[in-house]
């Protein structure tokens, strides 16, 4: 069964970091691009950053390149995203995502909220 789920939300101030994490069982980290994705109070959800497979390589929303960094460790399966430099304007609700098989699967998400 794919299972993903995002951890390591909280309450920041403006100009520090967080590191989300996003915990998946039912498929390897490597075999599948995987994505961060976040939902603002009324606005639609947006993907920020994601990572694909074998390679490795990364994309980012221009909202935060240069901010933040995702990454993966292949001995626990999981997928990370460093938040560097926040802003009030990142406060949402992070969820991994991925697709498998065709299908597109979300993590529960994680609260994120920065202060000014």
């Known amino acids: 069964e794919v299972q993903l789920q995002a951890f390591g939300g909280g309450l920041a101030q403006t100009g520090t970091s967080l590191r989300l994490a996003c915990v998946v069982s039912?498929?390897?980290?490597?075999?599948?691009?995987i994505g961060w994705f976040r939902q603002a109070p009324g606005k639609e959800r947006e993907g920020i950053s994601c990572?694909?497979?074998?390679?490795?390589?990364?994309n980012y929303a221009d909202a935060v390149k240069g901010r933040f960094t995702i990454s993966r460790d292949f001995d626990k399966n999981m997928v990370y995203l460093e938040m560097n430099s926040l802003k009030p304007d990142d406060t949402a609700v992070y969820y991994c995502?991925?697709?498998?098989?065709?299908?597109?699967?979300w993590g529960q998400g994680t609260q994120v909220t920065v202060s000014s």
């Open positions: 990572i694909s497979r074998i390679s490795g390589n990364t």
């Open positions: 995502g991925v697709i498998f098989r065709g299908i597109l699967y």
């Open positions: 039912g498929f390897s980290v490597d075999d599948y691009a």
